[in-house]
């Protein structure tokens, strides 16, 4: 996990685009000072929250691009609201704390959020990190729908392969197997591996 601790030219608008952001700070005096600085980049802040648990349904209410999220919040910590978003509504996370012990920054590296950023917070620091957290959070979702699409090939291709071995079983060469499942497919204007699974459900032929 990155800490954004040295100074950084400030940029304005990540990419270009204003962000819709909820804050979830419980102290009142913080979080207006972030709501300004967020403003000053040409972001928008849509909600705010005073616990974790106020903070997850912010998130859900509002769907912002980006939740700033203190690590120390009441009834409900950062780090398990985090993991609530990560299962039940995704979106980048950048943790706020007061102090990085090196206990807790093991613990933060393990959680899907996307950055932290040591309190007092300035828009030198503030700006990058909202940038980092959001184009890595739009790498990871690249990367997990890349491995969602292999899986899938894979399993069509076992499907198929399934198909062809119980069209051959039943005596057609590989090659007529292989041409029954395209016909079959082009016919009913589904894909192979749907063809296949027909087959494999009909038992052959």
Do not use: D, N, Q
């Given at each position: 996990m990155v800490q954004y601790a040295r100074q950084q030219e400030v940029?304005?608008?990540?990419?270009?685009?204003?962000?819709?952001?909820?804050?979830?700070e419980d102290e009142g005096i913080i979080c207006l000072g972030l709501k300004a600085m967020l403003r000053s980049l040409g972001h928008r802040v849509v909600a705010t929250a005073?616990?974790?648990?106020e903070a997850v349904a912010c998130v859900k209410a509002h769907h912002p691009d980006l939740l700033l999220l203190d690590l120390n919040m009441p009834e409900m910590d950062g780090l398990t609201a985090a993991r609530i978003l990560a299962e039940e509504h995704p979106l980048p996370i950048l943790l706020l704390?007061?102090?990085?012990?090196?206990?807790?920054?093991?613990?933060?590296?393990?959680?899907?959020?996307?950055?932290?950023?040591?309190?007092p917070v300035d828009e030198t620091r503030l700006?990058?990190?909202?940038?980092?957290?959001?184009?890595?959070?739009?790498?990871?979702?690249a990367a997990a729908e890349r491995a969602a699409r292999l899986k899938q090939q894979l399993a069509d291709h076992n499907l198929i392969r399934q198909a062809k071995r119980l069209l051959m079983a039943q005596g057609l060469s590989e090659d007529e197997a292989?041409?029954?499942i395209q016909a079959g497919?082009?016919?009913?204007q589904i894909t192979l591996a749907e063809q296949a699974l027909r087959i494999i459900k009909r038992g052959g032929i």
């Open positions: 940029c304005a608008v990540p990419s270009g685009k204003p962000l819709r952001i909820v804050i979830a005073g616990t974790g648990i704390t007061g102090y990085a012990p090196k206990e807790r920054v093991e613990e933060t590296a393990l959680a899907p959020v996307m950055g932290w950023l040591v309190k700006a990058p990190a909202l940038e980092v957290a959001v184009a890595r959070f739009a790498e990871r979702a292989y041409h029954k497919a082009r016919r009913r």
